[in-house]
């Protein structure tokens, strides 16, 4: 079952109880009621930043690393799943927070413990205390899902999801990650689409990690390798046929100005500019056309495109929007992949260039200036599909197989 199958749930209201005070005594309460919050605010923060620490380790995601890492985590999954695995948690718990007491709060210490988020204890009681907090977040984490510390929707999901369900992903992503480590080479990019995420590695160690944007169900990134080759700063968008089809042709009958808006261009094949008018979009008669966006601030692909050869016509690229970063569920492009903090990215691809360091990258941001830089020494580029992998500290992280590959069984990606 999907998460997008579970119906959404609202937690019931709470009672407000209104107290009458003299000044002196509110201001005294007040005062305690803020520093109990503050407290609660800094202890809620740590356990934050411990569970975000438990997965930000340098090792990548595709490595011989993982694979060793893998194997001991299938090794731990292994006896328990044949034990039955762990119990499901009810719908009772969903919008817990820190500091409720509420029905379901203990089969959810239970489940935490199952996954060894939390740490044994004698006695599980019902309340939602700082120790069920921080072994909620740390499951948060490790399902790349908000660090919030509540039973929310996609929280609710992930932790349903049985124990035979994520050995199954583990085996079959020990075979994937078989497969490729040993031709990676020393310096090399994965996008991992499951997790919707970037990493830099060099050395056998990541660099950095970007959070991405990658294609949606039905407009998937593909899995492929090739080397990253040339960077166009401030470029033109020169938009698929797919999407004039698909959404430029209905954005136009919805908005007429919609082109002209977006600072969209239409060429014919001689090189003319026409006027929208000029087309009938009653018709996909759009299709036989070129249409490009000016660079700038509308432009689709922001102030960089990372470029490298693949038969999919796929690329990197930067975004105006980007506050679908801050998402859980990050599949919203038409198969290109969107990065943030892109100017890092670029200026660890470009650094054997010597010429491009930060202050000249954001210069040329800042500017607008159009320019195409090549790489000097191309850099490998993985695009992956990876739903579940580990780290050697035994943190296993899991992901949504949010294109089937799970379910289908698939191992080998070549076409």
Not at 13 to 40: E, F, K
Not at 220 to 234: A, D, E, G, M, V
Not at 391 to 401: I, L, T, Y
Request: proline share 5%.
């Amino acid at each position: 079952m999907k998460r997008r199958d579970f119906l959404r749930l609202l937690p019931a209201g709470a009672a407000a109880t209104h107290l009458m005070m003299q000044p002196a005594q509110a201001q005294s309460l007040w005062d305690m009621m803020n520093q109990n919050r503050s407290l609660s605010d800094a202890e809620q923060e740590a356990n934050s930043a411990a569970a975000i620490q438990a997965i930000d380790t340098v090792e990548p995601i595709l490595s011989y690393d993982t694979v060793n890492n893998l194997q001991m985590a299938i090794a731990q999954y292994e006896p328990f799943v044949a034990r039955g695995g762990w119990e499901q948690v009810p719908q009772e718990t969903y919008g817990v927070t820190m500091g409720a007491a509420r029905d379901g709060v203990v089969q959810l210490k239970r489940r935490l413990l199952a996954s060894a988020d939390m740490p044994m204890v004698e006695n599980v009681d019902d309340a939602m205390d700082a120790p069920t907090d921080a072994a909620l977040r740390r499951f948060q984490a490790r399902h790349g899902l908000q660090v919030n510390g509540q039973v929310d929707e996609a929280t609710w999901y992930a932790l349903n999801v049985p124990a035979e369900t994520r050995l199954h992903q583990l085996r079959l992503n020990l075979l994937r990650v078989q497969a490729m480590a040993p031709a990676l080479a020393d310096r090399y990019v994965i996008v991992n689409i499951p997790a919707a995420f970037i990493e830099t590695v060099e050395g056998g160690m990541v660099v950095r990690r970007h959070t991405a944007v990658v294609g949606r169900i039905d407009r998937q990134t593909p899995i492929l390798k090739s080397r990253i080759h040339q960077i166009n700063f401030n470029p033109f968008w020169n938009v698929p046929k797919s999407i004039i089809r698909r959404d430029l042709i209905k954005y136009m009958n919805e908005n007429p100005n919609y082109l002209t808006e977006q600072k969209i261009r239409i060429y014919d094949g001689s090189g003319r500019e026409l006027q929208p008018s000029e087309i009938n979009w009653q018709t996909e008669e759009a299709v036989n056309y070129n249409f490009r966006q000016d660079p700038g601030p509308l432009n689709s692909m922001g102030n960089v495109k990372i470029n490298f050869h693949n038969p999919h016509a796929v690329y990197l690229h930067d975004t105006p929007t980007k506050g679908l970063f801050g998402d859980n569920a990050r599949f919203y492009s038409s198969g290109c992949v969107r990065v943030d903090q892109v100017q890092d990215f670029v200026g660890w691809v470009l650094r054997d260039n010597g010429d491009w360091g930060p202050g000249e990258i954001g210069n040329v941001f800042s500017t607008g200036e159009r320019k195409d830089v090549d790489v000097r020494n191309p850099v490998e580029i993985h695009t992956t599909y990876i739903s579940a992998w580990a780290n050697r500290n035994g943190v296993v992280s899991f992901r949504d197989d949010v294109y089937e590959f799970d379910m289908a069984g698939k191992v080998s990606f070549e076409t």
